[in-house]
């Protein structure tokens, strides 16, 4: 899950959908490097897990508060790398993968039309079903 409308549609759309499932949420900060943006500032960080912990937080709060809403629990998970990868390697431990169809980048949605990248990468990779909520 990101800061974007539509993570928070596939988590709305998987507690909905899943009212016996055990729901987690992943938010994957990214990788230090000089193309991401933000990430660079991690590598300035002393402590990476607690930085990435940190920049987790306003997305996990949307999380409980939509969990909240329908009187649900859910585990928060946060990962530092490429959100795709971060994805595909913890696919096997869940029965099915819910994503967005877009995420926080959809103002960069020039480069895809229907699916975002992660979404994308994720949908054509996971061992498990993906459902792309819209």
Known sequence: MDDSDHASQ?????LD????????????????????GEATALALE????????????P???RAHEIADE???EINTVVEIGHPARQILDRAEEYDTIVLGAHG?????????FL???VTE??????????????
Do not use: C
């Open 10 to 14: 596939a988590l709305e759309y998987a």
């Open 17 to 36: 959908n899943y009212p016996d499932g055990e729901i987690s949420v992943l938010h994957v900060v990214g990788v230090p490097s000089m193309m991401m």
């Open 46 to 57: 002393d402590d990476l897990s607690e930085a990435a912990a940190k920049r987790s937080e």
């Open 59 to 61: 997305v996990f709060e």
């Open 70 to 72: 329908q009187g649900r």
């Open 104 to 112: 926080a980048d959809w103002s960069r949605a020039t480069r895809r």
């Open 115 to 117: 699916v975002g990248n």
């Open 121 to 134: 990468t994720v949908s054509k990779r996971a061992p498990v079903p993906v459902v792309i909520v819209r």
